[in-house]
């Protein structure tokens, strides 16, 4: 089963609200990565993080690796309709042995 | 450059039978992991292939087994299937690399298999 714990496991927001979401776990990783995942298609990957305490931004999506390696949070700033998705934390401690969140259904009202 | 290819995207079984699915990588990507889906259980890990040899398992039955061919194409079997084995089966691939830095995976679409 998932090891890690991901929360909200759902969301509904006013296009332009900012968006916030976290992963928590009893195990240290070594490499935090969140994706996205729209329907009838596989995650894509938005944010990798290497290091505890790192903060990494693409566009409007913050993502950091929290300081004790066993949680990570995203933010979305001014969400806009096409951020609706699921959105997915991984933990990867050996070479690609990674476990996942249970994903965040994200709902974008315009 | 193109994308991950998994077929078919839809499947449907009953139980008892036994089915394979297929994952083309990117051209170049010699690792290939394999992912069950589910609405109950989210992603999780059920092994991953390089060079034709399985490098790391996860916590599935034997039911559920795997191969990779000399041309990094690889090919899941499920056998004896239950309900419980419905799911959407995500095959990812990572490109070469060094070190032991993480590797980015590319997932597939995705085949969606129901087991009646």
């Known amino acids: 089963g998932q090891q890690l714990n991901q929360s909200p496991q759902s969301m509904f927001i006013q296009e332009g609200e900012d968006v916030s979401m976290n992963c928590t776990s009893s195990s240290i990783f070594n490499t935090w990565l969140w994706y996205k995942q729209d329907p009838g298609e596989g995650p894509v990957l938005l944010i990798a993080?290497?290091?505890?305490?790192e903060l990494t931004s693409n566009g409007r999506l913050t993502a950091q690796f929290g300081i004790t390696r066993k949680d990570s949070f995203l933010n979305i700033s001014a969400s806009i309709p096409s951020d609706v998705g699921i959105y997915f934390c991984?933990?990867?401690?050996?070479?690609?042995?990674?476990?996942f969140g249970a994903g965040t259904r994200l709902t974008v009202k315009p | 450059k193109a994308g991950v290819t998994q077929t078919p995207r839809y499947l449907i079984k009953t139980r008892g039978q036994q089915v394979t699915l297929s994952c083309s990588p990117i051209?170049?990507?010699?690792?290939v992991s394999w992912y069950q889906q589910t609405p109950g259980q989210g992603l999780q890990f059920l092994f991953e292939?390089?060079?034709?040899?399985?490098?790391n398992k996860g916590n599935f039955p034997g039911r559920f087994s795997g191969r990779q061919f000399s041309n990094s194409r690889s090919e899941m079997n499920v056998s004896t299937l239950e309900l419980g084995d419905s799911a959407l089966y995500l095959c990812?691939?990572?490109?070469?690399?060094?070190?032991?830095?993480?590797?980015?995976?590319?997932f597939g679409p995705g085949t969606r298999l129901t087991v009646l």
């Open positions: 993080l290497y290091k505890a305490g």
């Open positions: 990812a691939s990572s490109p070469p690399t060094s070190g032991s830095s993480y590797n980015e995976q590319f």
């Open positions: 051209s170049g990507h010699r690792s």
């Open positions: 991984a933990g990867q401690r050996g070479n690609n042995d990674m476990r």
């Open positions: 292939y390089f060079s034709e040899t399985q490098r």
